[in-house]
Nanobody
Framework: QVQLVESGGGLVQAGGSLRLSCAVS????????GGWYRQAPGNQRELVASITRGGSTNYADSVKGRFTISRDNAKNTVDLQMNSLKPEDTAVYYC???????????????WGQGTHVTVSS
């Protein structure tokens, strides 16, 4: 079965950087789209960044200029580079990928279990 493996979370001081990685546990055909979401205590889950198969990206206003989402189509991974981190970035970060397991029209969404990011002031 397809599982998303998230890594890279942790504790960092304000102004520091972290790189989150999202990898697929089994061999697949392709990732159609990918996104990183986050959920802070008391808040709804929000989209942080997304990327299409062709590499087009979108970012939440709060992270523009600081975060960069990228993908490696050969490795089937989607990463989120987070720079100039702020305490407001503290949250559980979730990876979500729309995956084609086989070369067919069908694609479905998968979610990771989340990785904690804590930014201290």
């Amino acid at each position: 079965q397809v599982q998303l493996v998230e890594s890279g979370g942790g504790l960092v001081q304000a102004g520091g950087s972290l790189r989150l990685s999202c990898a697929v546990s089994v061999r697949i055909f392709s990732i159609e789209t990918g996104g990183w979401y986050r959920q802070a205590p008391g808040n709804q889950r929000e989209l942080v960044a997304s990327i299409t198969r062709g590499g087009s990206t979108n970012y939440a206003d709060s992270v523009k200029g600081r975060f960069t989402i990228s993908r490696d189509n050969a490795k089937n991974t989607v990463d989120l580079q987070m720079n100039s981190l702020k305490p407001e970035d503290t949250a559980v970060y979730y990876c979500s990928l729309k995956v084609k397991v086989v070369p067919a029209l069908y694609a479905r969404d998968y979610w990771g279990q989340g990785t904690h990011v804590t930014v201290s002031s």
